[in-house]
């Protein structure tokens, strides 16, 4: 039963307190994708996911992913990817990130195995209540607030909206969407596990400030 | 070793004469595209891909892949997806064609398996040398002449380009890039192994016609 155990608690237990979604083009291309990730790793972001809003070839995801892989594991940070199962599959990520227009969870999880992190985007109660939490492990919840960092974005939840989603699952969760240090903290306080934020780091001119800021802030709510 | 010869045999022996890249929205929706599809392959079409110039999300990717895996199995014609490993694994499609900047073959091969095509688009004698065919079963080379239907299509070869490409290695491969009933016997005359069409059968208001036509052009020259 060992190995049953180990992907359990790997499943688990993870911290999506400040949770980076790292968009290569809002870095500024690879390298300073790079630059930014070892940044934040090292400044208190707990959770990474992989995304690119511009079109990219998936030779290009490939590349992103490759490099990303060594770096997160050796901080051992959970390390997800946006959308593409065989991109994740091919670098050996920590799992995927879904939204509710990918690849089912159910047919995510067989290509993934039982090991690996799948989370899934929710906006409403209803979605929050469809999901099957056997094959997904968390949720994103959003958008809380107007984002222009995702181009297909559904209006925003505002913080009464996103209490109502935390309050009708006990699931973990982990909100998006325009969040930064100015909001962050009222964003914790609705019950939430963490934040996910985008350009609050990505892009930043001083990204090991920025993140410093934000893991004050969500490490104070946590207590 | 009844294995070993059995996917030998599958990987090795597929008729690329008349391959259709079926295009979900130049087909006009799955509804049609499944008409389509369905009439294609009772007029002559060889082997198929699913693929979309259109930026479409990976559910509808899938939900096209499931519609299209049945009716191809029952006509026994091979069936691969464009770039979307996930989703052929996800379908258990026949294989996967790949572009230039794609997923590396090799990368496509272990999560694919042993068992399954892979074919990779070549625009060059350069890329053809440099082609691993123990991973690639198939070169797709193009385009070979001017296309609307492919947004980042290099400048066509011309029928003298292709030819030097088809002597360059003994490999199978299909030629695609804006080829119709007009042009297809000088196209087959190069030596390639068949044609790939997309908006010459799909969207076509007739066709069975269309592909008829194609199929008697593409078996004249094969005899």
């Known amino acids: 039963m060992a190995g049953f155990h180990q992907w359990l608690d790997r499943r688990a237990i993870f911290d999506l307190s400040l949770y980076l979604v790292l968009d ?8 300073k994708m790079v630059e930014t990730v070892k940044e934040a790793v090292a400044n208190g972001v707990t959770f990474v996911q992989l995304r690119s809003e511009a079109e990219i070839d998936k030779g290009l995801w490939y590349k992103a992913a490759v ?9 051992n940070i959970p390390f997800v990817i946006n959308d593409h199962v065989d991109v994740a599959l091919a670098v050996d990520a920590d799992g995927v990130h879904i939204g509710q227009k990918d690849l089912p969870a159910t047919v995510v999880r067989k290509l993934l195995g039982e090991e ?8 409403s109660v209803e979605e929050l209540k469809a999901v099957n939490f056997t094959v997904v492990d968390y949720v994103g919840v959003g958008p809380v607030f107007a984002t222009t960092t995702k181009k297909d974005a559904r209006p925003a939840l505002g913080l009464d909206g996103l209490k109502a989603i935390v309050k009708a699952h006990a699931c973990k969760k982990v909100a998006i969407g325009g969040i930064n240090a100015s909001n962050a903290e009222s964003v914790m306080s609705t019950g939430v596990d963490g934040i996910a934020v985008v350009s609050a ?3 930043q001119e001083d990204v090991a400030d920025a993140t ?6 969500v490490t104070a709510e946590q207590e």
């Open 67 to 75: 490099v990303l892989k060594p770096i997160l594991k050796a901080h």
């Open 212 to 217: 410093t800021l934000l893991s004050t802030i």
């Open 116 to 123: 690996k992190i799948i989370g899934l985007s929710v906006g």
């Open 201 to 203: 780091i990505c892009g």
């Open 24 to 31: 290569p083009q809002m870095c500024g291309g690879l390298d």
